[in-house]
């Protein structure tokens, strides 16, 4: 972009705030004098590079790897239901093997028990010959009829425990069977389990090694943010103290921010304001200019220096990927954007392309600090908004960079459009939608859309954010929760403090975490260590840094610590997911997650 005047670009210049002598306000202005940003080199982007944390991932070994890893994490959930039907059967088979071992053993028994009546009965021959019963008949037949009647009796008691016997061999026989029968299943069975047990563990050191490889890019990527970081913090500054210096400026020179209504009409300004020419040399609505000293000083509506001084205020601050990030813990950018204008009096919608669409335009080349870019490009409909600092930045909440920043302004085709609040605003317009089959971004980076039902729903975690991988975003990305060493994204952090306090004024002590935010490795190790129970590794929401483990009673269902979260986490943006309830399947008392307000 390029001012119609002088007066934008060097606005926030140090100690360049007053530029060109000016003869007499009839006079024409003096020619642009380009930009001095680079000349002076203490504008607030100077020698600060614009950095986009999840290039450190553009590498194509990067690529390969998670690419890999993302194979890897599909094989192992695959592999975990595998492994669970694997184990029913094997315990289906070992219960039939169980079975078939008791009645193979009643029926060794049973062989064992009619034996011994074999065995009686062989002893009763001869112990028997003093009784007077068919057994001396026999032994003592005088004649054929006195044969026939012993014998036709022992014949009966043979048949009978001859079909004692056989019938108890028969039944040992077929459980035997049945026993050996089962006992292959159970092998066959077993042998299946293992050999998944073996391809989940190949596919876990597998995982391993990926989290190893990944190690160092993960590490450069954070020392990039830290560096990064550090850089944004010092332009951020830079910017805060240049913003202030423009309004001391004002106070010195005498002069009073107007209201936006009384520099709407440029014809009829107050009294010793000056209109300024836009880029076609007419004057601009909205904006004036004073001569003071023998330079020119922009002079912007009293609403516009209050919403400017709010969002320069806030720099910083944690950005947060979802409707309604008005602050004051974190902003989304088109929440920043409403909050602070609206705050100061100059009303705006709530989402970036109804700001667009009702806000009054202003050409590209005129923007003056203070009002609002919208950023596409169109295929993305408008998905990020910020507010005009000079020629070159802007003030955004920014999904890349995970705050309230001073960031770039895009170039091209980039900027959908430019409007001054000051303006008013007008009938809404139609503005860019988002092409069917285009990414949705949001505030410079992409969101995911909601799980459907049966994962969760919108009672959930968002997921992916800030463009790292689950599980490796740098820990400068991250803020702490105030506990320990523990770190989450920084709204979920923020908003966990303010319920652990409220919970300690309950209970006398804060809420007791044992996990956060869980790096790729962790999640690798924790899945080797409890398959059944963790989250195949890059999938879990403390990943994402939205997730936290409970302690302290708040672990086991049924305690008042648990009863308290169940009753009031929900205002503080929390929820206990539906799978870790009790009868969700998964029961998990301990794991809470942040899906926002």
């Known amino acids: 972009m390029r001012a119609g005047a002088a007066v934008l670009m060097p606005l926030l210049l140090a100690g360049g705030l007053l530029v060109a002598p000016v003869a007499g306000a009839q006079q024409p202005p003096p020619p642009d004098p380009g930009d001095l940003r680079v000349e002076a080199g203490v504008a607030p982007g100077a020698g600060v590079p614009d950095p986009r944390p999840g290039e450190a991932f553009a590498d194509p070994k990067v690529a390969d790897l998670q690419r890999t890893a993302s194979d890897v994490q599909r094989e192992l959930g695959d592999l ?86 056989t019938g108890a061999l028969d039944r040992q026989r077929r459980a035997a069977e049945a026993e050996r029968s089962a006992a292959g299943v159970e092998q066959a069975a077993a042998g299946r389990k293992a050999d998944l047990d073996r391809r989940n563990g190949d596919a876990t050191n597998r995982a391993d090694a990926i989290s190893s490889e990944l190690r160092g890019p993960i590490d450069a990527a954070n020392a990039a943010v830290v560096a990064q970081q550090k850089a944004q913090k010092e332009r951020n500054d830079k910017t805060a103290a240049n913003w202030k210096a423009y309004t001391d400026r004002l106070a010195a020179a005498g002069v009073t921010p107007p209201p936006a209504s009384a520099l709407r009409d440029p014809a009829r300004l107050p009294a010793g304001l000056n209109p300024l020419p836009g880029a076609d040399g007419k004057p601009q609505a909205g904006v004036a200019q004073i001569s003071s000293g023998g330079q020119r ?33 974190a902003y989304s950018c088109d929440g920043l954007v409403r909050s602070v204008f609206t705050g100061a009096g100059l009303p705006l919608p709530a989402a970036a392309g109804e700001q667009l669409a009702v806000g009054q335009p202003v050409p590209i080349a005129d923007a003056q600090p203070g009002d609002v870019v919208f950023l596409g490009p169109a295929k993305y409909g408008v998905q990020s908004v910020g507010i005009v600092l000079d020629q070159r930045t802007m003030l955004a909440a920014d999904a890349r960079l995970a705050g309230v920043v001073v960031a770039d302004l895009p170039a091209g085709d980039s900027v959908l459009g430019v409007s001054r609040p000051a303006l008013g605003s007008r009938e809404a317009q139609p503005v860019p939608q988002r ?47 105030g506990s320990g060493a523990h770190v989450l994204r920084c709204d979920a952090a923020q908003t966990f403090a303010a319920m652990s306090q409220a919970y300690a004024q309950a209970f006398g002590s804060p809420l007791c975490v044992t996990d956060s935010y869980r790096t790729f490795a962790a999640q690798v190790d924790l899945y080797r260590r409890k398959p059944s129970l963790a989250a195949v590794p890059g999938t879990s929401n403390h990943g994402w840094g939205l997730a936290v483990d409970l302690c302290g009673g708040a672990q086991s269902f049924g305690t008042p610590q648990y009863g308290w979260l169940a009753a009031n986490s929900r205002a503080f943006g929390w929820v206990h997911p539906g799978w870790a309830r009790a009868g969700g399947g998964r029961e998990e008392p301990w794991h809470w997650e942040f899906v926002g307000r």
């Open 80 to 165: 975990a239901g595998q492994i669970r039907v694997a184990q029913d059967s094997v315990n289906a088979a070992t219960a039939d093997l169980q079975h078939a071992r008791a009645e193979r053993e009643a029926a060794e028994a049973a062989v064992a028990a009619q034996q011994k009546e074999v065995d009686a009965f062989s002893k009763s021959v001869f112990t028997a010959m003093g009784r007077p019963d068919n057994f001396r008949v026999l032994l003592s037949a005088s004649n054929m009829k006195d044969l026939y009647l012993g014998t036709s009796m022992v014949n009966q008691l043979r048949e009978a425990q001859d079909a004692k016997l």
């Open 297 to 329: 000083l922009l002079v912007l509506p009293r609403e516009t220096i209050d919403a400017v001084t709010a969002g320069v205020g806030v720099l910083g601050k944690p950005y947060v990927p979802h409707d309604g990030g008005e602050g004051p813990l």
């Open 435 to 481: 092409g069917e089959r285009e990414l949705t971004w949001r505030c410079g980076g992409v969101e995911l859309p909601p799980r459907p039902a049966a994962q969760g729903g919108a009672d959930q975690a968002a997921g992916a954010w800030g463009g790292y991988p689950n599980g490796l975003i740098p820990a400068a990305a991250l803020c702490s929760i």
